[in-house]
T-cell receptor, first 115, second 115 residues
Framework: GAVVSQHPSRVICKSGTSVKIECRSL??????MFWYRQFPKQSLMLMAT?????????EQGVEKDKFLINHASLTLSTLTVTSAHPEDSSFYIC???????????FGNGTRLTVT | EDQVTQSPEALRLQEGESSSLNCSYT??????LFWYRQDPGKGPEFLFT???AGEEKEKERLKATLTKKESFLHITAPKPEDSATYLC????????????????FGRGTQLTVWP
């Protein structure tokens, strides 16, 4: 089945630094990838839609200058949390879909802790 | 506004005690309803896609059904390894301003099966 790989799985950084999270589709090409954020016991909240070769589409309330998304190829999207603060600590999950109509497949998430 | 509501929020079952999880939705034209399983600290794992009312899908001890307003995930004779959070998500027909492929997630049902 479709596999989405996300790295790192855990990262701890100091306040003010930037962190990059990678999301790769391993056995299919993904023209669109999605980035979610999840708080404990809460639903997945869509942050942005990453489109290969074009600018990402951000959801209302998500700061595009803080959460930089780059979709450089059909198999790789990156999320960079810039100037991280403790309130950015969360579980970030990416997902990707292969062909139209196929289900979304998710990475295993990245637990970000900002100290 | 498109919404997905899951109930109960948490469910504790004894091993072998069958039950059902509910996902009710309001969406302007359902394109697909998805069930995922999420283990702690992991990304969601795809289980089923349902497209039209009356459709049913089965996988081991799980069976998903769909009506025009809700979906049920039936768990027959559950085992402790079925313990997880089960997420329901819907994809709406693409409309003005909507993001292609966007899923709307419920908050999930946290299932605990004890021996």
């Amino acid at each position: 089945g479709a596999v989405v790989s996300q790295h790192p799985s855990r990262v701890i950084c100091k306040s003010g630094t930037s962190v990059k999270i990678e999301c790769r589709s391993l056995d299919f090409q993904a023209t669109t990838m999605f980035w979610y954020r999840q708080f404990p016991k809460q639903s997945l909240m869509l942050m942005a839609t990453s489109n290969e070769g074009s600018k990402a589409t951000y959801e209302q309330g998500v700061e595009k200058d803080k959460f930089l998304i780059n979709h450089a190829s059909l198999t790789l999207s990156t999320l960079t949390v810039t100037s991280a603060h403790p309130e950015d600590s969360s579980f970030y999950i990416c997902s990707a879909r292969g062909r139209e109509g196929s289900p979304l497949h998710f990475g295993n998430g990245t637990r970000l802790t900002v100290t | 506004e498109d919404q997905v509501t899951q109930s109960p929020e948490a469910l504790r079952l004894q091993e072998g005690e069958s039950s059902s999880l509910n996902c009710s939705y309001t969406v302007s034209g359902l394109r697909g309803l998805f069930w995922y399983r999420q283990d702690p600290g992991k990304g969601p794992e795809f289980l089923f896609t349902l497209y039209s009312a009356g459709e049913e899908k089965e996988k081991e001890r799980l069976k998903a059904t769909l009506t025009k307003k809700e979906s049920f995930l039936h768990i027959t004779a559950p085992k402790p390894e079925d313990s997880a959070t089960y997420l329901c998500a819907v994809q709406a027909q693409r409309g003005r301003g909507s993001t292609l492929g966007r899923l709307y997630f419920g908050r999930g049902t946290q299932l605990t099966v004890w021996p």
